[in-house]
């Protein structure tokens, strides 16, 4: 069983920054991509942004400039630098990576969420 566990994340003033973490755990598994997406009250799921194993990234247009991710191959974990934060950043934070477990096929799995709420 594979678990991702997400921390970092609560509340913060407009301007402030936050550093959110996400760590893989289990057994024989190989991680491929992995992201981070949000979803406000009253609206879809979104993507924020994502990283390759080989650290390629891409951003969502209404953050970039202002978060970055990065990730630990070593220690399976992925975070998001985020700076200049903003009310419109205030939603549930998933994490998101890709896992092959040994023997198995590739597969998204989906950390708790972590809330996030930018006060204006």
């Known amino acids: 069983q594979v678990r991702l566990v997400e921390s970092g994340g609560g509340l913060v003033q407009a301007g402030g920054s936050l550093r959110l973490s996400c760590a893989a755990s289990g057994r024989s598994f190989a991680i491929y991509g992995m992201g981070w997406y949000r979803q406000a009250p009253g609206k879809q799921r979104e993507l924020v942004a994502d990283?390759?194993?080989?650290?390629?990234?891409n951003y969502a247009d209404s953050v970039k400039g202002r978060f970055t991710i990065s990730r630990d191959n070593a220690k399976n974990t992925v975070y998001l630098q985020m700076n200049s934060l903003k009310a419109e950043d205030t939603a549930v934070y998933y994490c998101?990576?890709?896992?092959?477990?040994?023997?198995?096929?590739?597969?998204?799995?989906w950390g708790q969420g972590t809330q996030v709420v930018v006060s204006s």
């Open positions: 990283i390759t194993s080989r650290g390629s990234t």
């Open positions: 998101n990576a890709e896992i092959r477990v040994v023997g198995g096929e590739i597969h998204d799995y």
